[in-house]
């Protein structure tokens, strides 16, 4: 198992997973990755990515592993058959979902020897990688302040919310609440001006100021 500070395995190669594990490699950690679909896993095997035919394998290459799944239930199926390979791992489970099924899967970690860190990013994949950007984490501040400078590859700012790992999901949801709501309200700003003759560049100054 390689030193946790310049290795990661990275579960999971959505946008969000291979833009993670291309920062990884960014950055020159030794970078190991599992995905269903494995072409997903081409590029990043041509930049020096290790792709691991198996969950249990992809487990055993490191230390901590960075999970970017679609939501907890994703995470149960894809860890579930491999947990005999869990124990020691510290798990960061940047998956979305409810704060009620971060602390249950917190609590199944444990029961097989793994620790979870709840992420909750706030970027999309364009924003992986920038000092700029940011992610909530909550649970365990020991296993925060270990990780933090690869939690720092994947951004630059990092917000321990408190051991609770629930609460970096549920900023993650209070961010949404407020999101979508100003966007939807962006778009049928710019359908009414639209219905009146003007262009979205028209209201960009007022959109901007308001």
Same mark, same amino acid.
């Given at each position: 198992?390689?030193? !946790?500070?310049?290795?990661?395995?990275?579960?999971?190669?959505?946008?969000?997973?291979?833009?993670?594990?291309? /920062?990884?490699?960014?950055?020159?950690?030794?970078?190991?990755?599992?995905?269903? #679909?494995?072409?997903? $896993?081409?590029?990043?095997? $041509?930049?020096?990515?290790?792709? /691991?035919?198996?969950?249990?394998?992809?487990?055993?290459?490191?230390?901590? =592993?960075?999970?970017?799944? #679609?939501?907890?239930?994703?995470?149960?199926?894809?860890? %579930?058959?491999? +947990?005999? $390979? @869990? #124990?020691?791992?510290?798990? =960061?489970?940047?998956?979305?979902?409810?704060?009620?099924? !971060?602390? /249950?899967?917190?609590?199944?970690? !444990?029961?097989?020897?793994?620790?979870? @860190?709840?992420? &909750?990013? #706030?970027?999309?994949?364009?924003?992986?990688?920038?000092?700029?950007?940011?992610?909530?984490?909550?649970?365990?501040?020991?296993?925060?302040?270990?990780?933090?400078?690869?939690?720092?590859?994947?951004? &630059?700012?990092?917000?321990?919310?408190?051991?609770?790992?629930?609460?970096? /999901?549920?900023?993650?949801?209070? &961010?949404?609440?407020?999101?979508?709501?100003?966007? @939807?309200?962006?778009?049928?700003?710019?359908?009414?001006?639209?219905?009146? %003759?003007?262009?979205? +560049?028209?209201?960009?100054?007022?959109?901007?100021?308001?």
């Amino acid at each position: 198992m390689s030193d !946790a500070k310049q290795s990661v395995t990275v579960i999971g190669l959505g946008p969000m997973g291979r833009a993670m594990a291309g /920062a990884f490699l960014d950055h020159g950690y030794e970078v190991t990755v599992w995905n269903r #679909t494995v072409s997903r $896993a081409d590029a990043l095997v $041509a930049r020096g990515a290790v792709l /691991a035919p198996t969950v249990e394998e992809a487990l055993a290459s490191h230390e901590l =592993v960075v999970l970017s799944l #679609t939501d907890y239930d994703a995470v149960y199926a894809t860890l %579930g058959p491999a +947990a005999a $390979a @869990l #124990t020691g791992r510290s798990l =960061v489970n940047l998956s979305s979902d409810t704060p009620e099924k !971060a602390r /249950a899967m917190a609590r199944w970690a !444990a029961e097989r020897g793994a620790v979870q @860190l709840t992420g &909750g990013v #706030t970027v999309p994949p364009s924003g992986i990688g920038r000092a700029e950007s940011s992610v909530f984490y909550s649970g365990p501040r020991q296993v925060f302040d270990r990780h933090r400078p690869a939690l720092e590859v994947i951004t &630059g700012r990092t917000d321990h919310l408190g051991e609770d790992p629930g609460l970096a /999901a549920l900023m993650y949801q209070i &961010g949404m609440v407020m999101f979508w709501p100003a966007m @939807l309200g962006y778009w049928q700003a710019i359908a009414l001006a639209g219905a009146n %003759g003007l262009r979205a +560049a028209d209201i960009l100054p007022h959109a901007v100021e308001t």
